[in-house]
């Protein structure tokens, strides 16, 4: 939570957080600012003391829904920027950013940086500001072990915004059902009245819709695979494929507030009309390993218990996983879920490669489980996936529900 | 163009392009990967070679769809990578990057760097492959002039993407006006058919589902602001604000194609029932500067000509400007336009203390031309703002055409 911000800082050594982009799909600028019209901002946080949102001046109306302290960086005025930096922009610019951090008294420190922006200018700017300020050390982390792990654990209005995402997915989920299920069939394929098919691409299309009728958005796709592509698991689907029956449909559909706000993450398989005994059979195997996690579930655990569990689960079920070949492309072949906030992939992960012990599942914790079995080359692929939140009290609960059945019935 | 580039590199004595980050939302990586379900990837460029794309095996159809030269980072095992770094996840990572980069016979250089991503770990990496690589200099511009200046030029397939944006903007331009004169008013107000009236708010979550309706995004948002906020020129509206007669709305769109493709930005004020004379001579004002720059508009000019051509003509009419006051918040308070392409602001910049000889209206660039005047504290501001391209031999053509009439009259 935020508040254990100061806590992290000071475990690992650090003074100020400086994070940098706009509040829009910037996690980290959002998750001081919020999402708001607000470009190429700077935010600045001392250890035990607030953040300090400079600004635009054209953009402070905006700046100041954040709440926050705010400095318009029109204190800093270009001209005269340009003028004590013999006319360099870049010097300039460097400027500036010592100007603002001794605005704060920041004369010296470890400064963690943090945003997503355009590496390139910040890159120049931050290599810029250790030369001019030699007591200032700019730090980056590729395992985040300190915003990333305040909001790893999320206060309860942060869940209700996940919550209520998760209650819009799985609404969009349930029109997709209605809307396919709508459909007469032909020749094995679902079809219009016109008796042309139903394609991937026009699925694909009203599932945006229906995400723009709740006022959320898909920044990063859906995706709505058949047959081979549903067995490539990042397969987004192919838009002219008609929707065949008896094949597997894999549905993850990972949207986020307006702006860049709260994500949800859920997937869901069917086969339409029927299922063939083998499709039948991958599906029973990754319901059945998916039941034995939640069973298992507990406050506190080590995220990655659940990807060995899950790797063990499966290979005694003859398939290849992650953990016996490194590489493989069918049987098993991501990690088991992630974390779930203001990016659709975040801490706690469940890589056994890729986790620190921070990553568990502590209360505040929101994380997806996600089991799932690829065949490309026999045209299928089963994914299921469900949120759940850690509650304050060490409980479980599911984000959202929504029925797990593999098979969608015609008419 | 892309066939700048070489060209570009060699006059900046650049040896490399390295862009990183996902082909969503990130510019640089989709001018040469196309928007596609490819996150976390690596692009590098080798002075005269094709570029080559670094992808995560689980996107290797993704990938493919980029018509690119392509290596599955699986090439490069991360349990290996770990092995050979002593166990160090960061380490590992440069050491991949380091990898990489020998595999295309790079083992030194200037390396210019790119793309949209997480600041921390991308800096992270950059620096360690410094260390581990003595003859590799990483460099980040902020004033770019290599690959902005090839995307500043566009190919005919890139203008026909952004006057398909125009179209599908102008169209939704065109659904809000013919929304908004459907209604009846009551007390200088318009309003539903139970006499609620109708608000900012209402009126900007129906311009996103048309939006989604033409299967294009608005990662950015929509100024939709009356009154005092359409003084402020970038605030984006207040939702509970009800839509009054005879205030100006400035409505400013500038949406992309789906996932962050091409861009299009377009602004029009409107005076809805009636303008009072106020409003009428602030706007016939910014009307008579629009048609004066477009009327004096020459091939591969200095765009800062027509920002100080805009200042002068607004100062003549007795107005402030940026030029008289650089950070003064009424009357003329921004520049006069910028170019658009897979950004929605890139070069061409037409800013007096922001741009650099190439910021010239050469054959192919697109651009925005956007003279305005603001006065907050009188609850009112006028834009007009067109897109323009500049065509292969030299003339200006507007981009999609829209009625510029202030008042909106109403039933």
Redesign the interface.
């Known amino acids: 939570m935020k508040s254990d911000l100061d806590k992290f800082m000071k475990q690992h050594d650090i003074d100020v957080l400086f994070i ?3 509040a ?2 910037n996690p980290a600028m959002i998750y001081f600012v919020g999402t708001a ?1 607000v ?1 190429d901002a700077f935010l600045i946080k001392k250890r035990g003391k607030a953040p300090v949102l400079f600004h ?7 700046a100041a829904k954040s709440g926050l302290p705010l400095t318009s960086l ?1 204190k800093y ?3 005269e920027l ?1 003028k004590d930096a013999g006319g360099n ?2 010097d300039a ?1 460097v400027l500036r950013l010592k100007r603002m951090l001794e605005d704060l008294d920041i004369r010296s420190g470890r400064v ?16 810029g500001l250790e030369k001019l300020m030699p007591g200032i050390q ?7 072990e300190i915003l990333s792990n305040a909001m790893m654990t999320k206060e309860a209005d942060e869940i209700s915004h996940i919550r209520e995402m998760g209650r819009i997915t799985t609404a969009v989920v349930g029109k997709t059902a209605d809307y396919i299920t709508g459909h007469k069939t032909s020749r094995e394929t679902v079809v219009h009245t016109d008796g042309s098919p139903v394609t991937i691409g026009e699925v694909k ?1 009203l599932i ?2 229906w ?3 709740f ?1 959320v ?1 898909n ?3 859906t ?1 709505f695979a058949i047959g081979r ?1 549903a067995g ?5 689907g192919t838009p002219s494929d008609p929707l065949k029956l008896g094949q597997t449909i894999v549905y993850d559909i990972y949207p986020c507030q ?2 860049g706000g709260y994500f949800y993450d859920f997937t869901r398989t069917w086969s339409l009309g029927y299922a063939t005994d083998e499709v039948q059979a991958l599906y029973d195997q990754v319901k059945q390993v998916y039941d034995t996690l939640v069973s298992e579930l507990e406050v506190n655990a080590p995220f990655s218990r659940y990807q060995d569990r899950t790797c063990e689960l499966f290979e005694a079920m003859g398939h290849p996983t992650i953990r016996t070949n ?2 493989t ?1 069918v049987g098993y ?2 990690s088991v879920g992630h974390g779930i906030g203001l990016k659709v992939h975040e801490k706690p992960w469940s890589s056994t ?2 986790s620190s012990p921070t990553d568990i599942l502590a209360p505040g914790a929101a994380f997806t489980l996600e089991p799932g079995l690829y065949y490309p080359d026999r045209g299928m692929g089963v994914r299921i996936e469900d949120s759940y939140v850690v509650t304050p009290d060490g409980r479980f609960e599911i984000l959202a529900d929504y029925p797990k059945d593999l098979i969608l019935p015609l008419k």
């Open positions: 940098t982009g706009a829009q799909h019209h470009s635009y001046p054209m953009e402070r109306e905006e029109s005025p270009i001209s340009l922009y870049l610019m963690a940086i943090y945003g997503k922006d355009e590496i390139g200018p910040v890159y120049a700017m931050i290599n700019m730090i980056g982390f590729v395992r985040d299309n945006n819709l995400l723009a009728e006022g958005e920044p990063e796709g995706i592509d490539i698991p990042h397969s987004v307006a702006g490194q590489v492309e072949v991501h490669t890729n």
